[in-house]
C-alpha cells in the first residue's frame, strides 16, 4: 500500500505508537509488518485494532518467517517460534539425504517444511492432533495427518523423530504473555503438572518409530534437561545432547537410540 519512503514511515511510526499504547513488546517491528503487508487503509485499520485487541500479529498477516522461509500460519494454529529454528537445523543435520523423518506436533509445519527444503530427497512426514493444524501445514506442502504423536505410523521406519513439544509446566502458564494464553491453542502450551507430559509419550514414541542408529530431536525448557535425561536413557537413548539459548535458556535436546548400529 504505501511505497518506501516518507509517508511509510509516517504511517510505520503511527502505528506503532499504537502498539505501544495496547502493551505490544514489540511495536516497531510489528507496525513495520503490518503496514507493509496491508493491501489498503482500510484494511491497515482492521489489522491494527486486531492487534491491539492482542491478536498473534502472525495471525493477522497470515505467515511467519521461519529460517528465511514465509510459512503460512492460520487463526488457532500455534505460531512457530525463532526458538525452534536451531531444532530444526539440528534435526536436518541428522536427516541422511534419502532418509525418513516424522515431525510430531507439526502445528503449522514449519519443521517439516524445513527439512523437506534441506533434504529433498528425504521423505518426511507429520502429525497433529488439530485439525486446523494438519489443514495449514498441508496447505504449506507437508505431508500430514490428523493423530496423536506416532499413532498410525510404522515402527522402525524413521531416520528422525522430531517435535516442539509443549513443555511448560501447567502451574507456570499464567507467565506466559496474557495474548499468547488468550489465543494461542493451549493444547500446544500446557505440559501438564511438570511440563513432561507430552515429552514423556514423544519419547517412548519416537524408541518405537526410530530406525537402528535414528535420532530424537525435541524441545524442552525450564530445568527439564535432568528428568528429559532420565526419560531417554529408560527409553534406549544414550548420549543426549543438550543446548541453550544466548540468554542461556534451555531450548532442546537430541539423543540416539543406544544398542543399535
Not at 518506501?4 to 513495520?32: M, Y
Not at 514465509?70 to 543435520?93: I, K, M, N
Not at 496474557?178 to 515429552?199: K, M, Q, S, W
Amino acid at each position: 500500500m504505501f511505497s518506501p519512503g516518507a509517508e511509510r514511515q509516517i504511517a510505520e511510526r503511527q502505528v506503532a505508537e499504537r502498539l505501544a499504547r495496547a502493551g505490544c513488546i514489540a511495536a516497531e517491528e510489528e507496525a513495520a509488518v503490518l503496514v507493509g503487508e496491508a493491501p489498503d487503509g482500510a484494511t491497515l485499520e482492521t489489522w491494527v485494532t486486531r492487534r491491539e485487541r492482542g491478536e498473534p500479529p502472525v495471525w493477522i498477516v497470515g505467515w511467519v518467517e521461519f529460517l528465511g522461509r514465509r510459512v503460512r500460519v492460520d487463526p488457532g494454529v500455534y505460531v512457530p517460534r525463532a526458538q525452534s529454528e536451531e531444532l530444526a537445523e539440528r534435526a536436518a543435520g541428522v536427516l541422511p539425504e534419502r532418509g525418513r523423518a516424522a515431525d510430531l506436533c507439526t502445528g503449522s509445519g514449519a519443521l517439516a517444511a524445513h527439512l523437506m527444503s534441506a533434504r529433498p530427497a528425504a521423505t518426511v512426514v507429520a502429525t497433529d492432533v488439530d485439525p486446523r493444524a494438519v489443514r495449514c501445514a498441508r496447505a504449506n506442502g507437508v505431508t500430514a495427518a490428523v493423530a496423536d504423536l506416532d499413532a498410525g505410523l510404522r515402527s522402525g521406519a524413521f531416520d528422525v523423530v522430531c517435535a516442539v513439544t509443549p513443555y511448560v509446566p501447567s502451574p507456570e502458564l499464567h507467565l506466559l504473555p496474557a495474548d499468547v494464553l488468550r489465543y494461542e491453542p493451549r493444547h500446544a502450551l500446557d505440559g501438564g503438572r511438570d511440563g513432561l507430559d507430552v515429552i514423556r509419550r514423544v519419547v517412548v514414541g519416537a524408541a518405537r518409530l526410530l530406525r537402528p542408529g535414528g535420532w530424537l530431536v525435541t524441545e524442552i525448557g525450564g530445568d527439564q534437561d535432568g528428568p528429559a535425561g532420565e526419560l531417554l536413557a529408560a527409553a534406549g537413548f544414550g548420549g543426549p545432547t543438550f543446548w541453550w539459548d544466548g540468554d542461556g535458556d534451555l531450548r532442546g535436546v537430541a539423543a540416539r537410540l543406544e544398542g543399535r548400529s
